[in-house]
């Protein structure tokens, strides 16, 4: 006997067998499914825990016989099937096995979702054929502690990809925010306002300063920091006689948010602006690299990111004064003397030469991971063209966004929880969008400025809101996948909506 049919032996059962031993075998065989095969060994249903509990439910007892039990219609495909197609015969009925069978209806194979690596990531490290060489240049040359020719090389590369005078490389985008608001003498007791739709790293390291965090809502037209709620908070700072010292200015998924008109409002009350472009290098405005915008702008190279050193950040400005202060401070504010002195105090904020190495790597291939994450939206959008509850994140007619992730918000009456839920159940991961600041327990006590009244856009999106698996390194099969999914998930919410309805 082969080891395939010994397997499938392994797993079969036929129907004189009572349920009490239906369970046993299910237990010894730890694989969660039985085959109920007939005398001549020809499929006739596949059972699980599930469809015992449910036989229980339905009056039959543990001494019931399996074929007194009414056999309930199992899915399968024929013996060639490809894995794709199992994968989307799978998905299409939300099950994790499928038994393949030969002409006679014997089964010859039995596929495990988790066997065929169908597992789609939100968005994962895409590698390209350079990194190692740079990693590699490190290690023969014996640059593996701080600082070494990869550090000043990519920081050189990313001054010249995004036109923005000089940057300072970190350990981390975090790192990066917490500088930039020292570099802007942000200090205990001052006021920073910041996006409120965002993810936690750009506020957090204004209360590592003691500083106080008031949040700005999103507009609906970028996703990203009102212009009409950043004047109202402003005005209302000067009446109070206490204006920021900063503005933290996020760009979401890779959309620019509107400098046009943010940078006037901000000039206008002489506040310097931190962009923080964790998530949009490569994206643009008027042509403009985003990360140029501020004063001082700032990247992350998490290994989530459009490219990753696996952690690390950037901090780049046009004033060079800024950025030799900024790699001062991360190399713990060492002064420029033969031993250690220090005047002021420092961090350990500095990228590795070894980790430089990578993103010199993954730098060289931007335009291409662009273009890939940019053509995975195009893909969706195509897809689901028909599927009205679905509007996609905007993009800005000035601006190209890097589409980091492909964002979208759902009808009033889908909820994003159980869309996501309903993916993960068939091994896709999307999220919901970032939970607004102004939302969070840790940040209950902070102030929040909308454009008007209590209309609280960012809130909206984040209640309507989810990503979908984004990376650059997805198949086009991959993506139709997920179209595929989350149609039939909105289908499925859809109509349990309509089910529960009396
Ligand atoms: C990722 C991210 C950060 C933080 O970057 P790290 O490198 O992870 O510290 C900051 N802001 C935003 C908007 C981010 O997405």
Same mark, same amino acid.
């Given at each position: 006997?082969?080891? @395939? ?10 129907? %004189? ?5 239906? @369970? ?10 039985? &085959?109920?095969?007939?005398? $001549? ?11 015992? /509990?449910?036989? *229980? ?29 199992? *994968? ?58 701080? @600082?070494?020719?990869?550090? $000043? ?35 205990? !007791?001052?006021?920073?306002? #910041? ?12 209360? +590592? ?27 209302? #700072? ?27 409002? #901000? ?13 949009? @290098?490569?994206?643009?405005?008027? =042509?403009?690299?985003? !990360? ?20 690390? =950040? ?40 070894? *980790?430089?190495? &990578? ?7 931007? $335009? ?11 893909? +969706? ?40 839920? $309903? ?35 960012? %809130? ?31 289908? /499925? ?10």
């Amino acid at each position: 006997m082969s080891k @395939l049919a010994a397997e499938i032996a392994k797993i079969s059962v036929c129907s %004189g067998i009572m349920l009490r031993h239906v @369970l046993q075998r299910l237990n010894e065989t730890g694989s969660g499914l039985l &085959i109920h095969v007939d005398e $001549d060994e020809r499929f006739l249903q596949t059972i699980t825990d599930g469809d015992v /509990r449910r036989m *229980l439910i339905s009056g039959a007892s543990l001494d019931t016989a399996l074929d007194h039990v009414r056999k309930t219609p199992s899915i399968t495909g024929p013996a060639d099937m490809s894995d794709d197609a199992a *994968l989307e015969l799978m998905d299409r009925h939300t099950i994790d096995h499928l038994p393949l069978l030969d002409d006679d209806g014997r089964t010859t194979k039995v596929l495990f979702r988790r066997h065929l690596s169908g597992r789609i990531f939100l968005s994962t490290p895409h590698m390209g054929d350079e990194e190692l060489q740079f990693v590699q240049e490190a290690f023969a040359s014996n640059w593996i502690a701080p @600082l070494g020719p990869n550090v $000043d090389a990519f920081e050189t590369e990313i001054a010249a990809a995004t036109g923005i005078g000089h940057a300072a490389a970190l350990s981390s985008g975090t790192a990066a925010i917490h500088l930039a608001l020292i570099l802007l003498g942000v200090s205990r !007791g001052d006021r920073v306002l #910041c996006s409120s739709l965002t993810f936690a790293a750009s506020a957090n390291p204004i209360v +590592y300063q003691g500083a106080e965090p008031i949040f700005i809502d999103s507009e609906r037209r970028s996703w990203n920091m009102c212009p009409d709620a950043l004047v109202r908070a402003l005005d209302e #700072c000067k009446r109070e006689g206490k204006l920021p010292k900063a503005v933290i200015i996020v760009d979401l998924y890779g959309q620019p948010a509107d400098y046009d008109r943010l940078l006037p409002i #901000c000039d206008h009350y002489g506040i310097p602006v931190i962009e923080d472009a964790a998530e949009s @290098l490569g994206s643009k405005l008027n =042509g403009k690299a985003c !990360g140029s915008f501020g004063t001082i702008g700032i990247f992350s190279f998490n290994g989530n990111k459009i490219i990753t050193t696996s952690g690390g =950040g950037m901090l780049v400005a046009q004033d060079p004064t800024l950025v030799r202060r900024a790699r001062k401070l991360a190399t713990q504010a060492r002064e420029d003397v033969a031993w250690y002195e220090h005047i002021e105090l420092g961090f350990n904020y500095r990228m590795s030469n070894v *980790l430089a190495g &990578i993103g010199r790597g993954q730098l060289a291939r931007l $335009d291409e991971r662009v273009a890939a994450r940019r053509a995975v939206f195009r893909r +969706y959008r195509e897809a689901l063209t028909d599927e009205e509850s679905i509007r996609w994140m905007p993009e800005l007619v000035e601006s190209q966004s890097n589409r980091w992730l492909t964002a979208a918000t759902l009808d009033d009456e889908l909820d994003p929880s159980q869309i996501i839920a $309903d993916l993960a159940r068939v091994d896709i991961e999307a999220r919901h969008l970032w939970k607004p600041m102004h939302q969070q327990p840790f940040y209950s006590g902070a102030r929040f400025f909308t454009a008007s009244g209590n209309r609280d856009v960012a %809130g909206d999106l984040f209640s309507s809101g989810l990503c979908l698996p984004s990376g650059s390194n997805m198949t086009e099969s991959q993506v139709d996948r997920v179209a595929d999914a989350l149609r039939r998930a909105i289908n /499925r919410a859809r109509s349990n909506r309509r089910a529960a309805q009396p």
